[in-house]
């Protein structure tokens, strides 16, 4: 198969030959630096952006507030995620790139374990970006988060990976 | 303002005149029967679409798996987005529609409370997709996850609320 | 049907008719006083009893540790048991009846309202008893846990309900 | 001392010469593998399996809910039984055995960590069938949760254990 | 008895005649609007408050993260403390007064509930003051939490409560 | 800079040159023992303090339940203070000194891991103290927190720290 995001077709790695649900053995693996980036996007409307932000810089405690709950979400991954493993952390980043209607959230995570931290850096993403909209719901319940993605992954035997842009 | 989902363009309501984060007093409100409708969409592709479905039907645990990863993050929402009002849910449901190479996850919730459900369901949802996203990332870390919105809300008296279509 | 415990044998009313899990609507239900009562039994040696108790009474932090733990479970039974409601408790409480070769975990919960608390007098009581078994696990791995099980229940429009002696 | 499952019965492990309740030092323990396989019972009545599931076949979502319940309460088990020690769970399955009025609930972990699983393992099998019982309830309020107990253990410097059949 | 704050001499509430904890029968009380403010109190050096804020304003995100941190504690203070009711909080607000050498977190939170809200305010001050320990602690170890009280209560049946200036 | 306590004054730790919040990489750092000591004290009257021991002796279950408050708090730490890094925890404690009015928590926390445990112990002690708050709140609600400190750590490269006395 020629597309490198789609390793194996034959099956699911967290469902058994009878199609149940297992957290995998992870046991023969030995632990190694991994990183995960991943981005979620909220779109709402410059008015809006406007109440977050000034300039570019923060303005009161908005975006400090999504980063806290982005980090903490991250450390919460695998109460969140029924089959992932539980892995110790060493490093949650949180960062905000703003656009004119737009707020592209940006999460790094690092872990020394046996699995990669993808779902950890998605799952910070992703809360982050709840967080804001919960804050702006009450001036736009249009806003919209989307292109919540996977950007990059190292470490692990599966080797790296990057998105393209 | 002539977009119904504007209210008010002076502030959030979530951070004081100081720009100061905080959980709103809502103790002046009463309880009332609210619902909120939430999505979120899984893009990826035929092939990994049909290892979790067989013609519309699940195929091992994988939906049940994200279904309930669904509802229980729907009871965990005021622990993940930090300004929201812990609420007593009343109902929480989680449902799929396959497509071609997208799987659409709706979230139902209800309570009988003094604040909307609107982060509860897009968090079920949200959360719900991340799951299914797990299962997946072996085969498809190119996956994205995107158009997490709200649907439609009742109750309270902000009143209704619906997406166009 | 003359067993008054087997009130509908039509189906699960977690499930809906697709088989599929949901935390089932109870918004129409009026909030009432309820109360639970149910146990669990810890089945070890005398000698390992008499690690735990001296002559009836507690001998060292051991009964209370599991009592916390009892009742810090009832809290978390909607985060154990997917499909549960969260509720407000207003009694959490757990008694020991030591016996020769076993001892007696009875947990007693309240709460006004709208779902009963059989789960969370059930979670109370398994708790307490994994926490038993856990300070006796060095001395005595093959002890027992049985006999988990509802004692009686009120409140709710299902009526009473007293297991037989 | 004969049996091999009394190694010691001079005092309770988790609680220190005055009887009060600590976390023990393991930091001079070295990580190693270990497993633990543990079981519970739940007795209803064949009617009521029935719905649980069909000619040994998942039957809707039922078993699904219950073998993730189980699997995230293994990750939440230091959380719940006061004097456990936090541990990185390599590896959480659970399976089910129908019987004629009885189902069998399996749980195995693993881990590399310095303290073993046994309480994982327990914990695990326990919300499993809280779970199934939670869904059963309704139909069957005299259901019995039993026989939980530790099937298996290995690693570690106190040796393997088997429970006889 | 002269001293208001000394209400009963006779006994703990949390411990029934037995001197056995339980959570304490709340089910006979109606709920009200209830409100308690507590405070603690960081002791540091001048220089390192210069590094938490500048001429009393916000230096970077570190008070908002305590912000956070404490408002997200209070939610969770019936998980903390061991027989404390779960309430539905209403309002959860956290401020900070910056003296020379120190700084004070004020806590205020309501709920309309059957019991009062003293621990969740005073918890949610001791986390705040513990989280801008943790962001000091590199360049002060010596930074001390003190002065840790309910500075007021109001709502319920034992009357309103203020501490002496 | 002459003061141990102080060694660096050009910043905080957890805040990068922007102001904004991280939970800092300590990807690079090997795992050592490391441990942490840390109090409370709460402050009260000595009639108060009878209710809660009998000449020095626990009197019913008040200091099991503050002991386990404050040892589930240590392994609650990461979840608290939002950009603590999660660690093994491998051993907790919490002592108690009984005075005329005043009753001292002392916890001390192990880890073999990247980072220190000064938070665990810290947070434990505060805890632990609040749950004693909980049990005399009825009794004096002027019971007062205070001289929550670090007494002392080892491990990790920023060497030993002890509080003079």
Redesign the interface.
Known sequence: MS?P?????T?????NA??????????AKDPS?REAKAQAVLNT?P??LA??SNGGLP????L??A???G??????T??????????????????FELGDDAIRILALV?????TGV??EA??AA??A???L??????????????????LA?SGGK?GN?E?EA
Chains 1, 2, 3, 4, 5, 6 share one sequence.
């Open positions: 597309d995001g789609m390793t194996e077709m099956g699911l790695t967290h469902l009878a199609g149940e649900a297992l957290m995998v053995d992870v046991s630096h409307q008015e809006v109440l977050l303005k009161g405690d908005a400090a507030v980063r806290v709950a980090i903490m979400a991250a450390k919460k695998s109460e969140l995620i029924p089959l992932c493993h539980p892995l110790p952390l060493s490093k949650a980043q949180i960062d690092r872990t020394l374990g046996v993808e779902m998605l799952t992703s809360v970006a709840l967080t909209y919960d804050m702006i719901k009450a001036v736009d319940k249009r806003a919209v988060i989307g292109e919540i993605k996977l992954k599966s990976f998105a």
